[in-house]
């Protein structure tokens, strides 16, 4: 399996407007994720309304998905669940799909260190493919400090990843780097991937809706170009962070911004979702046409 690295996108999950899985959707967005050059797709995620999706409709995705991109680029599959035996079930048939690797966060609220290494474990012993750990305390309630991690790993070898999500991701991406060899990925929203790629993560997990700027400023800065990078980054970042706003909605601002971008059909968002009012929509598409990306 080749090295993951670069931008493993994080993926919306399309829906028709009754809310059921929009197939055409998935296999369109695939392909528009590959031509804008990801370096690889992360499905299944929070922002893919993994928890909103029943084991049927989990199955129809990682199906789609790994026929559509046709082994062009690694596929991660999200496969957290609160516990060990669900998470390793779908890590396993996630393996016999064709996963790369399966990114699994600690289950909500559990903060037993002892209970972590054995979850993980008990998972790892069903599989072979690398796991991604999901470092994500605001959702999951799990602060992972670096030393943990360090253990952890130790513990799991079979955890060769880290995607970050506890701010700040560049202090503690210094930290892991100290105690491990662990390749880390960033992600809030990608608004620090340059600062990130600075410190030695190996990419970026993140679902911003303009992929290929991430794409670029990742090319860029390992091509040894860093204050290009830097630069064209910066240009962008009001438009990363007005997409990242807390209060909307990663995922019903990126599913606009993908239907504006006509590569799906349908903004829809599972319920409970909060929708985009018209004055935000405004705003977003003003930004786009700002920043030359109409």
């Not at 080749?2 to 399309?14: D, M, Q, R, Y």
């Not at 789609?64 to 680029?73: G, M, S």
């Not at 390992?222 to 204050?227: H, P, R, S, V």
């Not at 909605?249 to 009012?277: M, N, Y």
């Amino acid at each position: 399996m080749s090295e993951l690295k670069g931008l493993c996108v994080i993926t919306v999950t399309p829906f028709h407007e009754d809310g059921s899985l929009d197939e055409e959707s998935l296999r369109k967005l695939t392909d528009f994720y590959i031509d804008c050059g990801v370096h690889g797709m992360t499905i299944l995620g929070i922002m893919g309304e993994a928890h909103k999706l029943s084991e049927v409709e989990r199955m129809q995705v990682i199906d789609i998905v790994l026929h559509q991109t046709k082994a062009r680029v690694p596929v991660v599959v999200g496969c957290s669940a609160p516990g060990s035996n669900l998470a390793a079930e779908w890590a396993l048939k996630a393996e016999h799909a064709g996963a790369a690797a399966v990114m699994i966060a600690p289950p909500v609220n559990l903060r037993n260190e002892d209970m972590l290494i054995r979850y993980f474990a008990m998972i790892a012993d069903h599989i072979s493919i690398p796991i991604v750990l999901q470092d994500e305390p605001v959702t999951t309630g799990v602060r992972l400090s670096p030393a943990f991690i360090a253990r952890l790993v130790e513990k799991v070898p079979l955890i060769q990843y880290v995607k970050l999500e506890e701010a700040p991701t560049t202090i503690k991406i210094s930290s892991i780097l100290e105690l491990t060899d662990l390749r880390i990925f960033g992600g809030l929203g990608g608004m620090y991937l340059y600062e990130e790629l600075d410190r030695g993560a190996v990419g970026i997990m993140t679902g911003f809706a303009y992929p290929e700027i991430l794409v670029k400023t990742y090319d860029l800065f390992t091509a040894g170009n860093q204050d290009e990078a830097r630069a064209y980054f910066y240009r962008f970042l009001p438009l990363i962070r007005f997409e990242a706003q807390l209060g909307i909605g990663g995922v019903t601002i990126r599913k606009e911004t993908f239907k504006l971008r006509h590569t799906i059909a349908s903004s829809h968002v599972r319920f409970p979702g909060t929708p985009v009012d018209k004055r935000t929509m405004q705003e977003l598409q003003d930004m786009i046409a700002f920043l030359g990306l109409s």
